[in-house]
């Protein structure tokens, strides 16, 4: 049994940072592709970061680039993400996901990951 549960979600005004966990129990995080989605109100889920399985490599959203980063502690089993410089577009529920597909290429469809978590509010005040 897979099972993600996402943390550090909060309200926090515009500029500053927050760093989101998912600890996962069932599969060891580092043997799979993983990756942080988000959906605000109204709007569809979309991927904001990845980890490949295969050497780690990491991916994000344009939206995000150079203000948030993915990371995982293998030893703890846990996938972070952490949030810099928020604005009030990056308002939103942010789900930890896992692929068990072991893909050539790390995936940006919410299709493709088979494992996901509740969801951390995250909310940018301005």
């Known amino acids: 049994q897979v099972q993600l549960v996402e943390s550090g979600g909060g309200t926090v005004q515009a500029g500053g940072s927050l760093r989101l966990s998912c600890a996962a129990s069932?599969?060891?995080?580092?043997?799979?592709?993983t990756a942080w989605f988000r959906q605000a109100p109204g709007k569809d889920r979309e991927i904001v970061a990845a980890?490949?399985?295969?050497?780690?490599?990491?991916s994000y959203a344009d939206s995000v680039k150079g203000r948030f980063t993915i990371s995982r502690d293998n030893l703890k089993n846990i996938m972070y993400l952490q949030m810099n410089s928020l604005n009030p577009e990056d308002t939103a529920v942010y789900y930890c996901?896992?692929?068990?597909?072991?893909?050539?290429?790390?995936?940006?469809?919410?299709?493709?990951?088979?494992?996901w978590g509740r969801g951390t509010q995250v909310t940018v005040s301005s």
């Open positions: 996901a896992l692929d068990q597909a072991r893909r050539p290429h790390w995936s940006d469809s919410q299709a493709d990951y088979q494992f």
């Open positions: 980890v490949h399985w295969d050497g780690g490599a990491t």
């Open positions: 069932g599969r060891i995080l580092s043997n799979w592709s």
